[in-house]
């Protein structure tokens, strides 16, 4: 289902864009995506909901000033699907779905664009839950409260499990360590040289965890104040953004934003190993996923590894307990390999056996749940 929502209106209304909206969701198998307006209060957004077969879909909103409107729409459509195989491969009762909002977050924050989001969000009747993303935080959550319970990523005071940023990095950790174990036949990360491109909330904690276990850490961010502050604190080295496909590591870790795995990037890297927390890492699956197959470099799928922020707000829904959520995003290693053993049995690239996996637990509860 299409809908173009304009303030308080529930009606489905005629867009002059619609054929274009049809063509770039044909195939996609979203459920059902909601376009959000409200001029008064500068909102612009989309939420898409791709599949709920295993309970509602749960998924941040990301907050970015996009350049056109159609990017905005691909960005949140390749979100919500990873989504879906996110919650699917992490044993989670939840559904896919993603929510972007069209602007500057350093600019165009206001109560009242939350609350208003909110309304939306609680129109949809508990069918997507929302939470913080790249770009929003968790008193924007706070804002969208106001008007929605069907909302997590709140802030501790408020029942919730403040910023998952903590959790999602030793999610990634988990799946670096296991891709180290399959490559290398053991999971000791001291001594490997790892470059962390993207150190924001994750990527901090990511260079906090591989110090810690006596890696050589690299970073690079286009945050100049971000790059000082990590490079001091950690004594991580920093690398412009220009060569780091073309240094000499072990594990490249993308943490900033998506498709930075593309066909020129693959053909420089110098790694044996891709284990990162950005989303839609590939920039094209079915190319690159082979691709990096034919340069034997073992990689991570990104919506396996980087689930370890979906678990904690999933955690929210019940009585949260941080301790409970590590537990559970420890199992992220087990997983990984179990995937990567998987990829090379059957002779295919790590990213689609890990789609394949997802896809038959939601068809096997799809059979459950349609069976007397």
């Not at 909002?101 to 208003?116: M, N, P, Y």
């Not at 802030?155 to 360590?177: I, L, Q, R, W």
């Not at 990984?336 to 002779?347: D, P, S, V």
Request: glycine share 10%; proline share 3%; aromatic share 6%.
């Amino acid at each position: 289902m299409i809908e173009v929502k304009e303030q308080n209106s529930t009606a489905a209304v005629t867009s002059p864009v619609a054929s274009n909206v049809f063509d770039s969701i044909s195939g996609s198998r979203h459920e059902q995506i909601v376009f959000c307006n409200d001029p008064e209060s500068g909102l612009r957004a989309i939420i898409a909901i791709h599949n709920t077969v295993l309970g509602p879909a749960l998924g941040g909103t990301r907050m970015w000033m996009y350049k056109t409107e159609s990017e905005a729409l691909n960005d949140v459509l390749r979100l919500s699907r990873g989504m879906t195989y996110k919650a699917a491969i992490s044993g989670l009762n939840l559904g896919g779905g993603k929510a972007v909002i069209i602007g500057d977050s350093r600019q165009h924050k206001s109560e009242a664009l939350f609350r208003k989001f909110g309304r939306f969000v609680n129109n949809l009747n508990g069918k997507y839950i929302t939470a913080e993303d790249v770009g929003t935080s968790t008193k924007d959550m706070e804002y969208i409260a106001m008007e929605t319970k069907h909302v997590t990523g709140l802030p501790e005071s408020m029942g919730g499990g403040g910023d998952p940023s903590p959790v999602t990095a030793y999610g990634v950790y988990m799946g670096m360590k296991a891709s180290a174990q399959f490559a290398w036949g053991s999971d000791s990360l001291s001594g490997k040289k790892i470059l962390v491109q993207g150190v924001g909330h994750v990527g901090e904690n990511l260079v906090m965890n591989l110090v810690k276990e006596g890696a050589k850490v690299y970073i690079s961010d286009l945050n100049a104040d971000q790059l000082k502050k990590v490079s001091s604190e950690f004594g991580a080295e920093v690398i412009d953004p220009d060569k780091i496909f073309d240094l000499d590591i072990d594990i490249y870790a993308p943490c900033a934003l998506g498709a930075t795995l593309n066909t020129e990037n693959i053909n420089r890297l110098k790694c044996s190993i891709i284990a990162g927390a950005a989303n839609n890492q590939l920039a094209d699956e079915t190319i690159h996923g082979p691709m990096l197959v034919e340069k034997g470099i073992t990689y991570a799928p990104d919506f396996l590894i980087n689930a370890g922020g979906l678990i904690n707000v999933y955690s929210e829904l019940d009585n949260y307990n941080r301790q409970r959520a590590l537990t559970q995003t420890e199992h992220i290693y087990n997983v990984t390999l179990e995937i990567l053993k998987k990829a090379k049995a059957e002779g295919v690239y790590t990213q689609l056996a890990a789609i394949q996996m997802a896809e038959k637990r939601i068809s096997d509860i799809s059979k459950v749940k349609s069976s007397r």
